[in-house]
C-alpha cells in the first residue's frame, strides 16, 4: 500500500459542528495532517477557535477580513490568547469589492499588524488589488517577522516585493485556473522554502473540480499544480510547503 503524501492546509474556513469535522476527517484521510482554519470577523473567529480545540490538527486564527473593516477588531482582542490561536488574520485590503470604506480598511490593518508584532503572532494578509498600499502599511508599521500573503494572486513583481521583505507566499486553487499565467510566474520564482499552499475552501475549488464547494482534502491538487510549475516531485513540494506552515505558525 502506498504510503499517504502529507499536507498542511494552512488557510481554510471550516464550519462549525458536524460539518466542520466530517470535512477535518476526509481531509486527514487524504493524507492532509494539519489545517488552520481562519476567521474573518469575531464571530467567525470564535468559531475557528471551536472547530480547532474540537479537532486534533487543527489550529486557528483570528482576524476581522477587509470586507468587515468597519467591525473593527474590539472583537477579537480578547481572543488571542486562545490556546489554538496561531495567528492574527485574515486581515489586510480589498480594493476589489470595497466591501467597506478604504481608509477603515487601512486603519484595521495597521491594527492587526501591531496585534502580530504585540502578540508575538503570525500575520496573515489578503491583498487585492491593493498592492501599493498594502506595501505602504506594512513599511510604515513594519513586518512582524512571520508574515504570508494568503492566496496569493499577484505576479512576480509583487512576489519578489514581498519576498524582499520576508514574506511568505500562499497558493491557491487558482494555481490551476487556465488564465492564471502570471500568476504560475509568482510560483517559478518562489522558493520552496518561502512557499505555502492553501485551498481557502469553500471558495477557489482547484480544477478538475470546479463547480463544486472546495474542502481541505483537495489541497493536494494545489501542491501538485506548484510542483508541476516548479518541475519537482511532488513530495518535495509537500514537504517544503509543510515545513514552511509548521515554522510560520509554530505548529507542534
Known amino acids: 500500500m502506498t504510503e499517504l503524501i502529507s499536507w498542511v492546509d ?4 471550516l464550519p462549525a459542528g458536524q ?3 466530517d470535512l477535518v ?3 486527514q484521510a487524504a493524507g492532509v495532517e494539519r489545517m488552520i482554519t481562519v476567521g474573518t470577523d469575531a464571530a467567525t473567529s470564535r468559531e475557528a477557535i471551536a472547530v480547532a480545540s474540537a479537532c486534533e490538527g487543527v489550529w486557528s486564527t483570528v482576524g476581522v477580513h477587509p470586507h468587515d473593516a468597519t467591525e473593527g477588531i474590539d472583537g477579537i482582542v480578547d481572543l488571542l490568547d486562545q490556546p489554538t ?3 492574527v488574520g485574515e486581515c489586510g485590503l480589498d480594493y476589489f469589492y470595497d466591501g467597506s470604506p478604504r ?3 487601512r486603519e484595521v490593518f495597521a491594527q492587526h499588524i501591531a496585534l502580530a508584532l504585540a502578540h508575538d503572532l503570525a500575520l496573515v494578509i489578503h491583498t487585492r488589488d491593493a498592492w501599493d498600499d498594502t506595501f505602504d502599511i506594512l513599511a510604515a508599521n513594519g513586518v512582524p517577522p512571520r508574515t504570508v500573503f494568503h492566496c496569493f494572486t499577484g505576479g512576480p ?3 519578489r516585493r514581498g519576498l524582499d521583505l520576508g514574506i511568505s507566499l500562499s497558493f491557491s486553487g487558482i494555481v490551476t485556473f487556465k488564465n492564471a499565467d502570471e500568476l504560475r510566474d509568482a510560483v517559478r520564482i518562489c522558493p520552496l522554502d518561502r512557499l505555502l499552499v492553501e485551498t481557502d475552501s469553500p471558495f477557489l475549488t482547484p480544477v478538475p473540480h470546479r463547480g463544486e464547494p472546495n474542502r481541505p482534502a483537495l489541497v493536494s491538487l494545489v ?3 506548484v510542483a508541476n510549475v516548479k518541475g519537482v516531485d511532488v513530495e518535495t513540494v509537500a514537504a517544503a510547503s509543510s515545513a514552511t506552515a509548521e515554522a510560520l505558525y509554530r505548529l507542534p
Not at 10 to 13: A, D, K, L, T, Y
Request: aromatic share 4%; with cysteine; glycine share 10%.
Open 85 to 87: 490561536v496561531v495567528a
Open 223 to 225: 501542491g501538485i499544480a
Open 157 to 159: 513583481d509583487q512576489a
Open 103 to 105: 481608509d477603515q480598511q
Open 10 to 13: 494552512n488557510h481554510c474556513h
Open 19 to 21: 460539518e466542520g469535522f
Open 25 to 27: 476527517r476526509q481531509a
